[in-house]
């Protein structure tokens, strides 16, 4: 559950616009909007591109024949993957096959490569070849240092629909952060969940619950403040429920139609583990918006 405790640190860390992505494919249908929106940033924000797919032999089998055509059939996708990317205009990209789970491989071409996002799709059933579908974005989204962008909508345009849920903590912060030097041109709005103390006894609890999401609205103004400066204040559209973060969460981005939620994650503790497990695992696969993942090392 989100709470109400303003722990923003003083320090403002400026994250500029990413130089380097880093896509995750497993070179089916299902990776291409993902594809198109890594390309549409990349060439957005004058970035280089970089495309990886991971052999995972554990997943493939034993016979020898069938991880053999696998791996033929991998860098032959590869090399069309290659063609296609170098003849759009304006694009800098790389294509790279490596063997191994697909979680680490991504993870460690991003570090080698200093890369400052990771884009992958997000299958009903399946993402980058034999992984359970969460099993991978979560596994990303634990050991990577960088930003997980997880597709899921069509492209978007410069002017995109962004909301940034917080819970008004500084592992939160750089998530805000991102939302405006990222997205200069967006539509920002800033998301909390209360969990009103007492309620039960309050004789109305309609309008307590109404007196306790006015002063959180004051909270997150100074949360938005102290995170990105006095700019920020006017910046966010602020929307404040109670309940179920995920639950509260799903409505507002359908009936906004929002292209992109932001949400920042805490220090790799096992509380951490256990929240990335429930909320931010949640948010990925029940959001029908696509979803960043703001590591707290960001």
């Known amino acids: 559950m989100f709470n109400l405790s303003l ?38 924000w004058n970035a280089s591109l970089t495309a990886v797919h991971a052999i995972d032999d554990a997943g493939i089998g034993a016979n020898a024949w069938v991880r053999d055509a696998h791996q033929v059939a991998a860098r032959r996708n590869a090399k069309r993957l290659r063609e296609d990317l170098a003849a759009i205009e304006g694009l800098r990209s790389s294509v790279h096959v490596e063997s191994g789970s697909p979680a680490t491989v991504v993870q460690a071409l991003a570090t080698s490569e200093r890369a400052d996002l990771i884009v992958t799709g997000l299958a009903r059933s399946m993402i980058l070849g034999v992984l359970p579908m969460g099993s991978t974005v979560m596994a990303l989204a634990r050991s990577s240092r960088v930003p997980v962008l997880v597709v899921k909508k069509k492209l978007l345009d410069t002017r995109s629909r962004t909301l940034v849920a917080t819970d008004l903590t500084a592992s939160s912060s750089a998530a805000l952060q991102v939302a405006l030097n990222w997205f200069p041109n967006g539509q920002h709005g800033l998301f909390h969940v209360i969990d009103p103390p007492y309620r039960m006894w309050a004789e109305d609890k309609a309008a307590y619950v109404r007196q306790v999401q006015q002063s959180a609205i004051g909270e997150c103004a100074r949360f938005a403040v102290e995170a990105a ?43 951490m583990n256990f929240l990335l497990g429930s909320v931010a695992s949640r948010m990925v696969n029940e959001i029908e918006s696509d979803v960043l993942v703001v590591p707290p090392s960001f």
């Open 7 to 44: 722990e923003v640190s003083s320090g403002s860390v400026v994250h500029p616009i990413p130089s380097h992505i880093v896509f995750a494919t497993d070179f089916t249908a299902r990776c291409d909007r993902a594809q198109e929106r890594a390309v549409q940033l990349a060439i957005e």
């Open 229 to 271: 400066g006095a700019a920020a204040r006017n910046r966010f559209a602020i929307t404040v429920r109670h309940g179920d973060v995920v639950d509260a969460l799903r409505p507002v981005v359908d009936e906004g139609d929002l292209d992109l939620v932001i949400v920042g994650t805490h220090a790799r503790t096992d509380v």
